[in-house]
Nanobody, 121 residues
């Protein structure tokens, strides 16, 4: 069984910073990549940032230069450092882990339950 747990959300004023954390644990053979998504009520879930096991990262245009995704070598824990936050960053942020539970497992996506980030103007 695999667990993906986010933490670090909260209320912050515009221009402030928050750091989200995501930890994957359980029956994990290898983590291929981790990502942060966000979703507002009634809207599609949006990819915010992505990091591969090799360290490659990519970001949605709206957060480039403000958010940074990082993680340990095995990606068991990843972080999303969010600076210069704007009210439009207010969303529930979800952690996604693409991982293998065994040698023969090609990989599947696992999701956390989300953490709320609220940016006040």
């Amino acid at each position: 069984q695999v667990q993906v747990v986010e933490s670090g959300g909260g209320l912050v004023q515009a221009g402030g910073s928050l750091r989200l954390s995501c930890a994957a644990s359980g029956s994990i053979f290898r983590i291929n990549a981790m990502a942060w998504y966000r979703q507002a009520p009634g809207k599609r879930r949006e990819l915010v940032a992505h990091i591969t096991r090799g360290g490659s990262t990519n970001y949605v245009d709206s957060v480039k230069g403000r958010f940074t995704i990082s993680g340990d070598n095995a990606l068991n824990t990843v972080y999303l450092q969010m600076n210069s936050l704007k009210p439009e960053d207010t969303d529930v942020y979800y952690c996604n882990a693409n991982l293998r539970t065994g040698v023969l497992d090609p990989g599947s996506d696992y999701w956390g339950k989300g953490t709320l980030v609220t940016v006040s103007s």
